[in-house]
Nanobody, 124 residues
Framework: VQLQASGGGLVQAGGSLRLSCAGFGRTFSSSVMGWFRQALGKEREFVAGISWGGDITKYADAVKGRFTISRDSAKNTVYLEMKNLKPEDTAVYYC??????????????????WGQGTQVTVSS
């Protein structure tokens, strides 16, 4: 599976962005998908995940109620809708695919494929 993330940019606090992650490969539709982020000087952290069928989602506490993950199987694309953005959301955002089972995990090493990352910067 190859992943290509896009949609990052510069936005003011309180604003919105939508990230996209296009997947290429026959196993994309059977992969759990996740979004992670890494701020400067910090470790990469889990943001959100979605099941194979798109009916189960999981979020980090820091983004619950503000971010929404979804997937369009017909387009082989996963989205991360981000609203009410805060300066602390500033980071490089990565999409990832997990082909090892149906569970949405928050641990980086359980994901097999990674996109290149897209920068999100939120100004105060």
């Amino acid at each position: 599976v190859q992943l290509q993330a896009s949609g990052g940019g510069l936005v003011q606090a309180g604003g919105s962005l939508r990230l996209s992650c296009a997947g290429f490969g026959r196993t994309f539709s059977s992969s759990v998908m996740g979004w992670f982020r890494q701020a400067l000087g910090k470790e990469r952290e889990f943001v959100a995940g979605i099941s194979w069928g798109g009916d189960i989602t999981k979020y980090a506490d820091a983004v619950k109620g503000r971010f929404t993950i979804s997937r369009d199987s017909a387009k082989n694309t996963v989205y991360l809708e981000m609203k009410n953005l805060k300066p602390e959301d500033t980071a490089v955002y990565y999409c990832a695919a997990r082909s090892g089972g149906p569970l949405i995990t928050t641990i980086m090493k359980t994901y097999d494929y990674w996109g290149q990352g897209t920068q999100v910067t939120v100004s105060s």
